[in-house]
């Protein structure tokens, strides 16, 4: 019975595939039959000389070219087009094309796999590393048209045109990020505060940095807008990166955002060395009080504070601080909590996915492969790490004078990466003292280090009109 139906089927199929080619070939015939023309038709029409051969030319039919179809196959692989030099790309500079050699892209390809594996393989912050390695991936595929296609842009050009390139992604973070803050570690110990504020130290340093590089030959013509973007990297805020580096550095918009993200990801590899290097296994093995209860009078009143004093003190950094108040404040309030829960969860995670892919976007060999960009790297690195530097010794400093000490650890969370830094804080601890619980006394100094940067870029902004 089974083979009869296997029969019956393999006929039916012979059979379609039978009048598929009959239905093909009629066409073609008539066609051709409806196009000729007898020699004595020919004469009388009497078609000039010159036209016959290229009449009779064109009539010929033209058939399959084999090889020339496989030549043409041949030069659109990827293979082909690594081996070949990629004409007119579109340069940092609007109007600016270069000629581009193609292993060039393949090499950023394979920076991309590695940014994905060291997200999905060794599980650092692969939120971010995971999205921004696949946008670096599929932005130098040639001819794929991710970025600029035969028809206008590609679907990353398009992210990174609609939110990252006008800074309208970074404000949603901040939102999302403000309505998943708990503010209460630091009103419960507001003197964390100075630890968020002793990491920004490490921006501001790159400063001079930045304006040491333009002394040596290769990486000189940083301008001071230039050595301000770079500096915020230092803060470990993506978002608040790309604020700057938008209003201040288009042009190296890319490389900043790639770089904060990276250190941003890689705050559980760079942070530790800094910290255990710089304290004792005794003051590693610190045990500070359980934080007091804070009111939740103090957390509702407390972005309402924070944003009013941003508005009368520094009011560039208003849109930043601003939409962090509102998205914490819905948090606290408790009366829209339809509206927290998709800011911090929704919301987040769409534009978190959206933001890095168009991160990775600009992850192209025009943007990374140069100098310049070297620099920037260098630097970014260099600003982490005096920022984490900083904090610990701040904390070393107020425990000459504090009579409950402060573990010195929580003073590495006063960068930016919340919650990550405040995790590394306690991991580094426990692996002295598994009893030693530091999360929440890190979260204090965490959020102060949004603020403290948030802070810092108003003040860049601020000064913008005079640079």
Known sequence: MFDNKKRHALNLTIGIMVIALFVSIIPTVFAQTEGAVTAKEAAETQVPAENSTAASEEAKPKGIQFGTFLKRMAETTGINAFTEVEHGVEGLKPGDTIDLPGWQRLVMLFIGLLIIYLGAGRGFEPLLLIPIGFGTVLVNIPGAGMWQGEHGPGML????????????????????????????????????????????????????????????????????????????????????????????????????????????????????????????????????????????????????????LTILLLPAAAPLIGMFAFGNFCKETGVVDRLSKTMENEMLNIVSILLSLGVGSQMTPEKIMRPQSLGIIVMGLFAFAIATAAGVLMAKLMNLFLKEKINPLIGSAGVSAVPMAARVSNKVGQEEDPSNFLVMHAMGPNVSGVIGTAVAAGVFIAAKQFM
């Not at 930045?210 to 973007?229: H, S």
């Open 157 to 308: 050009k398009l992210i990174y045109d609609a939110g990252v390139g006008n800074e309208f992604f970074p404000m949603l973070i901040f939102m999302g990020i403000g309505a998943m803050t708990d503010f209460g570690p630091l009103i419960a110990n507001p003197k964390t505060a100075i630890l968020g504020g002793a990491a920004q130290f490490g921006v501001f340093a790159t400063l001079l940095g930045v304006a040491a590089l333009n002394f040596i030959p290769g990486f000189d013509g940083y301008t001071l807008k230039e050595a301000c973007a770079i500096a915020i990297i230092g803060g470990a805020d993506g978002p608040t990166s790309i604020y700057v580096a938008g209003q201040m550095a288009p042009d190296l918009l890319a490389v900043i955002a790639v770089a904060a993200y990276s250190y941003m990801a890689l705050v559980p590899v760079i942070q530790p060395p800094i910290m255990k290097l710089l304290t004792t296994k005794k003051e590693r093995a610190i045990k500070m009080e359980q934080l007091r209860p804070v009111s939740k009078a103090e957390k509702i009143l407390f972005p309402m504070v924070l944003l009013v």
